[in-house]
């Protein structure tokens, strides 16, 4: 089947504005001018097996509603000019997949970004209204040809680390992460085995439903990526992901953990923890990882007793297990339930791995944690803030093995920062209802 761009049903003239930069706290107003009215087109027609086969612009000034499970395939590439806007179905989960072979080319600018949105009315979206992007290539992982969750059709996996599937610049993409069926989501953005080739930087995944970002294998590095208020983790790793991430900015909503853990990091080799190569030895370096307590002395059970407002499902800042050889650096860590857990619980060597020194946490600080450090993953009922059930032997002397190269404090209000955690987190800096 091949997917054609055609007018929506309810065609309504847009009047694009120059969106929000992808930074936080930032917002462009520089020019109140707004661009020629524009039409909304269709793409995609609603059912899980569109395609898009020859190569296809979505032009600016157009909006464009993604409907159903749109697929790029091999030897097509879907170029989207600065500005444009692609708005998500929520009845049909809209999801767009990039396969192996294609390309995806959205190069936004500061001031034009691209904008992965919801279709939903503006206040009225939430995470999960859609599916995402998923971007998958033919680099190595440990597990061989395989495919995401979802149901998707497409593959990814092979042996071209050097592998382009293209470029995502200046783009944000905001409520999606639906959860396809239970416990079987996509993430907010999701790459798969992508290659060294493609270029990503200045990122931003706003109110994921899942995963704000998620590598399954492949080495594609990354700069500029912001996780705000996503549901699950920030940046999960997993399968021999590689690549190497820069600068990056996380922040949560305390108000909304998920049911299996949230973390901000979270890395494996693979789910069994086998030593199968290629390794999950990927390197995160100065990363700013805001979590969602920002009173640990106020911090109780469950969300919503006694008056709190942080949902007891949060876990850790960074979560190293399964034999992974990740490694973070010169990174701020600040506000989570607990800071670094480095566990092997049956499944890998994790600990030996950071024993030797092929995984790393080095030159970092922790800051306004409830608990600093752990050795395994528990989470229910709160019960990980009892140190005699849940050691953090290993964990501790690993991080503070190197004398002052690591710095742990009791206080957030002890970084010395402009502004309170709480700050941050508000809906205000980014409202439901501020995109396009």
Not at 69 to 92: C, F, H, R, S
Not at 137 to 159: D, F
Not at 176 to 187: K, L, P, R
Not at 279 to 303: I, K, M, Q, R
């Amino acid at each position: 089947m091949k997917c054609k761009l055609k007018p929506a049903s309810l065609a309504l003239a847009l009047f694009a504005a120059l969106f929000a930069t992808l930074f936080v706290a930032g917002c462009d107003t520089n020019n109140d001018t707004p661009p020629p009215a524009a039409e909304t087109l269709d793409l995609g027609d609603g059912s899980d097996a569109c395609e898009i086969r020859e190569n296809t612009t979505l032009k600016y000034p157009n909006a464009y509603r993604l409907k159903g499970w749109v697929y790029v395939t091999a030897g097509a590439t879907l170029t989207i000019e600065p500005g444009v806007v692609v708005k998500g179905d929520k009845q049909t989960k809209a999801t767009l997949i990039v396969e192996r072979g294609a390309r995806i080319v959205a190069k936004g600018t500061k001031t034009r970004p691209i904008v992965f949105t919801s279709a939903q009315p503006a206040g009225k979206r939430n995470k999960g209204d859609w599916g995402g992007i998923i971007i998958l290539g033919k680099a190595r992982n440990n597990m061989g040809e395989q495919t995401v969750e979802g149901g998707i059709r497409s593959k990814h996996g092979g042996t071209n680390d050097a592998d382009d599937s293209g470029i995502l610049e200046y783009l944000r993409c905001e409520f999606a992460g639906v959860e396809y069926s239970t416990d079987n989501e996509i993430n907010g953005i999701t790459f798969g085995s992508v290659g060294s080739g493609t270029t990503v930087n200045h990122v931003q995944v706003s109110y994921s439903g899942d995963d704000s970002f998620e590598w399954f294998g492949g080495c594609v590095s990354a700069t500029h990526l912001i996780a705000f208020r996503g549901l699950d983790d920030d940046f999960d790793n997993d399968n021999g992901y590689s690549g190497k991430v820069q600068f990056a900015l996380s922040v949560r909503d305390p108000k909304r953990g998920d049911k299996s853990a949230s973390n901000s990091i979270e890395s494996d080799n693979n789910a069994n923890g086998t030593p199968d190569a290629p390794f999950t030895e990927c390197v995160f370096a100065n990363l700013s990882l805001f979590g969602p307590v920002a009173d640990p002395a106020a911090y109780v059970n469950e969300a919503g007793v006694d008056g709190s407002t942080v949902d007891a499902r949060f876990q850790a800042a960074l979560h190293l297990r399964r034999n992974t050889k990740a490694s973070v650096f010169n990174s701020l860590i600040a506000s989570y339930p607990i800071g670094l857990i480095v566990e092997n619980s049956g499944r890998g060597d994790a600990q030996g791995n950071a024993e030797r020194g092929d995984a790393n946490v080095s030159g970092c600080i922790m800051a306004g944690c409830i608990k600093n450090f752990q050795d395994k993953q528990v989470w229910s009922n709160n019960s990980q803030y009892d140190a005699s059930q849940n050691p953090d032997t290993f964990t501790k002397a690993y991080f503070e093995r190197t004398a002052g190269n690591n710095r742990a404090f009791p206080s957030f209000d002890d970084l010395k920062l402009s502004g309170k955690l709480a700050n941050l987190a508000t809906p205000a800096v980014i409202p439901l209802s501020g995109s396009p």
